[in-house]
């Protein structure tokens, strides 16, 4: 982080926290007592901008815009290292995914959103994830810039197709295509309904 | 005893070899497993990330309804599967309310989960239900000599949140397995630790990282090779590893084998029926010994 960014006076808004409580599994941040656990235990720690600790307590001070700007949820891989350590039982990475999806509501242009919303969509198109084509179209979407990148993986992904690791053809469709595309619309309406006075 | 098998997405593509030597090692073991009729991807976690916890929840669950009918336990190889599968039944079974939802979902297909399943790990059939006995039993070559270090990874021990069928931070299953082959697991504390997971296309310098430790553990516990049950494992301590070497100096020559390939070699099943010309780092190095090339 730069000293700019740590000097600036930051901009509260008081309601945040009360928004934030409204976003699914929110409503926990409040339980966190700042011991600090989470911050030593998080294998991402180095390369976020604020650990999950500081990251609570941002959100109790009403900091909405360093919350939703935080790299923090992003590089959260899902461990559960954090959520079995909590001394205080927070599901730390269930609030990382609610954050997360709160996020990827307003924006899924790059990075970590953008790979999520290209799985999930995979997932749904055949009932089953085709990894090869799911990588292809993350890039796709993520346009010219992201070749330089492409290429600096280019021996993984070659190494992969040697060695039969990214099927050519993608698996079948399952049958309940349409029963499985229902229970997720169902689903996302009970969500919807139950968490839409969130940030 | 028989179980309804969920294989997942991971263990048909990029973790193929886990699938052929699954059922290699299930034949070997009469493992009585059927794959549960038209099952779909579970959501990996990562899919909680855009649509959130409750549908990426509720799509797993669809996976338990088709399952339950047969009434036999689930039975799952894939770590991040085996998260979704066993946490939507727990949270299901001590939350009537969400319980309520996901059926409500559930409900928009005709279909309804009563809860009446258990969702086990491989690891846990093999150290609990098939026995070490048996396992001891069935191996024709022991894998005297060979030092393995057992990589559990993350979601496989942490799954429940609590502690499952072995320790959440230093689970010891795994162990007891490779030590009814004949190898010896050496100590290593990386066991349960995260590799990067899909961090693959966005933040690469994690796998480097991450990975890049669980090695180096492995190394310094002077390992021969790595086993693991987890698909996302694999792909990083496997398939990432020379780019590893490339990019941090190192020289790691560190096979990675799924749990199941190492059972198949001590049950002198045909390594063709393995799977190992899925494995980019060659196993044949750690393991000519004991019949692979």
């Known amino acids: ?199 | 005893m028989a179980y309804s098998f969920y294989p997942g997405c991971s263990m048909e593509a990029t973790g193929k070899a886990y699938l052929v030597s699954f059922e290699a090692v299930e034949k070997a073991l009469e493992l009585d497993a059927h794959e549960i009729p038209d099952w779909n991807c579970c959501g990996a976690t990562v899919s909680a990330n855009y649509v959130g916890d409750l549908p990426q929840l509720a799509i797993a669950a669809r996976n338990l309804a088709l399952a339950e009918s047969a009434g036999h336990d689930v039975l799952v190889g894939c770590s991040s599967c085996y998260l979704n599968l066993a946490w939507v039944n727990e949270r299901m079974k001590l939350e009537p309310e969400f319980a309520a939802q996901i059926n409500e979902a559930l409900g928009a297909a005709n279909m309804q989960y009563n809860m009446t399943l258990n969702v086990r790990q491989l690891i846990d059939v093999l150290v609990n239900d098939i026995g070490l006995d048996k396992i001891k039993a069935r191996t024709i070559k022991p894998l005297t000599g060979l030092k393995v270090a057992c990589y559990s990874g993350c979601q496989t021990v942490r799954a429940l949140r609590r502690r499952d069928f072995d320790d959440v931070e230093y689970p010891q299953m795994m162990d007891k397995v490779v030590e009814a082959l004949g190898a010896r697991a050496v100590p290593f504390p990386m066991a349960a630790r995260c590799c990067g997971g899909s961090q693959q296309f966005t933040k690469v310098d994690m796998i480097y990282h991450c990975t890049g430790k669980v090695l180096e553990s492995a190394a310094q516990a002077g390992a021969d090779i790595i086993v693991t049950p987890c698909p996302m494992c694999h792909m990083n301590t496997d398939v990432y590893q020379k780019k590893i070497n490339k990019v941090t100096g190192t020289k790691y020559d560190m096979p990675v084998l799924f749990i199941t390939q190492l059972m198949g070699v001590a049950f002198d099943l045909k390594p063709k029926d393995l799977g190992f010309s899925y494995n980019i780092v060659a196993p044949g190095s750690k393991l000519a010994a004991y019949g692979v090339k």
């Open chain 1, 1 to 199: 982080m730069s000293a700019d960014k740590e000097q600036a006076t930051p901009k509260y808004e008081p309601a945040f926290h009360r928004e934030f409580r409204a976003i699914e599994n929110g409503a926990y941040a409040s339980q966190c007592m700042q011991c600090g656990l989470c911050a030593v235990t998080c294998p991402a720690r180095e390369l976020m901008d604020y650990t999950p600790r500081r990251l609570f307590k941002m959100i109790h001070a009403g900091e909405k815009e360093k919350v939703m700007n935080a790299n923090t949820p992003w590089l959260c891989t899902s461990c559960y290292l954090c959520t079995v350590r909590c001394p205080r039982g927070i599901p730390i990475v269930d609030v990382m995914h609610g954050l997360k999806h709160e996020l990827a509501k307003k924006s899924c242009k790059s990075g970590v959103a953008l790979l999520s919303k290209v799985f999930f969509q995979s997932a749904m198109k055949r009932g089953r994830v085709y990894e090869a084509a799911m990588t292809n179209s993350f890039y796709m979407k993520l346009g010219p810039g992201s070749i330089p990148d492409a290429m600096k993986q280019q021996d993984v992904g070659l190494d992969m197709i040697k060695h039969k690791r990214l099927p050519l053809f993608p698996p079948k469709k399952i049958k309940g295509l349409k029963d499985l595309k229902k229970i997720y619309e169902k689903a996302a309406a009970i969500q919807k309904e139950a968490h839409k006075d969130g940030v």
